[in-house]
């Protein structure tokens, strides 16, 4: 931009009165188009209408499977692909049933198999949790290799390094509000405690404890603390700020963990803000045939860009976040071998006028 603006200035010493208000119309012309670009941003339901009319809101090529699933996937071709800019949001035309906010309470190389469940419809981590919690008695819940486990005890008897293990989780036992975004931050203030929900990909600070009883936190972790608790015996607030998936890399590299919630009997070693905590919210997917109940009762969905990483998340629908249209986006594609960019057309026009003054 420093350039273009330092070209104007020679141009604009060697130009007659003709060529510089050809100039100035042409760019007039380039931030028109450069706006329009950049317009394509609404809430859910402005998307939603708008895009009606251009074919319907694109996502066929970016939403795959495995991003429905595992509501992550590291894939750089398809994150660059998506054209959003890191930190930014590109809605879907799908909504989400909301389930229950759990942790994980640890891993278990074996369950009971008196405790399986069988699932009607698509089986899932969101409604195997959805059938234990109904049965009431039923506080530990697994969902592993595609079988539900309705758990009255906590099974689990390690910690969660292998993915062959079989993850067993609980309810998480304090109040959220806001029940809209998958994951949990506890917001300190004056040394209180509360909990509400936020994006995954958004950064706060965080705290990371003893990954297990037999595992000690390394003291060489910045702001490290030597105490005891219920949720372990050292912990430390590394500096910054931080997404999820992050803090997660940075506390096991300390061999620690991020705990299920955070206790007030650290909270004078912090300080005020919001602090990620490892629990989430369980959401299923669901295109329009699929709802069985009020769209006022399900939450809007987008992918959020972080790197090569696409985050799928459950979102507040009256955010402000980019759109795509399917009919906008295959005439994108049509016209991409013979249409140039605006900054390709910028720095023509520049080469043009300093080659004929």
């Not at 997917?285 to 709802?291: D, I, K, L």
Request: glycine share 6%; aromatic share 10%; net charge negative.
């Amino acid at each position: 931009m420093f350039l273009c603006q330092s070209t104007f200035v020679l141009l604009e010493r060697n130009m007659n009165g003709i060529e510089m208000l050809a100039l100035q119309f042409i760019t007039i012309l380039m931030v028109i188009q450069i706006s329009a670009n950049n317009s394509t941003h609404g809430t859910f339901d402005y998307a939603r209408t708008y895009c009606s009319q251009h074919g319907g809101m694109a996502y066929i090529d970016i939403v795959t499977t495995s991003l429905l699933t595992d509501y992550k996937v590291n894939d750089c071709s398809l994150a660059n692909s998506s054209g959003l800019n890191d930190g930014e949001s590109l809605w879907i035309p799908r909504l989400a049933d909301l389930g229950t906010y759990i942790t994980e309470d640890g891993c278990a190389t074996a369950l009971p198999q008196d405790s399986t469940l069988n699932l009607t419809g698509k089986p899932s981590l969101f409604q195997c949790t959805k059938e234990c919690l109904a049965r009431g008695s039923m506080n530990y819940i697994s969902f592993h290799n595609g079988q539900c486990y309705c758990m009255a005890d906590d099974h689990s008897d390690l910690e969660c390094l292998d993915l062959g293990h079989a993850a067993v989780y609980r309810k998480f036992q304090f109040d959220v509000k806001e029940r809209k975004h998958r994951c949990i931050v506890a917001k300190l203030n004056n040394r209180q405690f509360g909990y509400t929900s936020a994006k995954c990909s958004d950064k706060h600070s965080g705290v990371c404890v003893d990954r297990s009883a037999q595992s000690t936190l390394q003291s060489s972790c910045i702001r490290y603390h030597a105490t005891f608790s219920e949720i372990g015996h050292h912990f430390c607030a590394p500096p910054g700020l931080f997404m999820k998936n992050e803090l997660k890399g940075k506390c096991l590299k300390y061999n620690g963990k991020l705990p299920p919630h955070l206790y007030q009997g650290i909270s004078h070693y912090l300080e005020n803000g919001l602090y990620f905590v490892d629990s989430f919210l369980t959401f299923d997917p669901q295109t329009p045939g699929e709802y069985s109940v009020s769209e006022d009762f399900l939450a809007c969905l987008s992918i959020t860009k972080q790197g090569c990483m696409l985050i799928l998340e459950t979102d507040e629908c009256d955010n402000v976040n980019r759109y795509q249209c399917d009919a906008e986006t295959q005439s994108q594609q049509r016209g991409a071998t013979t249409r140039m960019d605006s900054k390709y057309i910028l720095v023509f026009i520049c080469l043009f006028f300093i080659k004929t003054t």
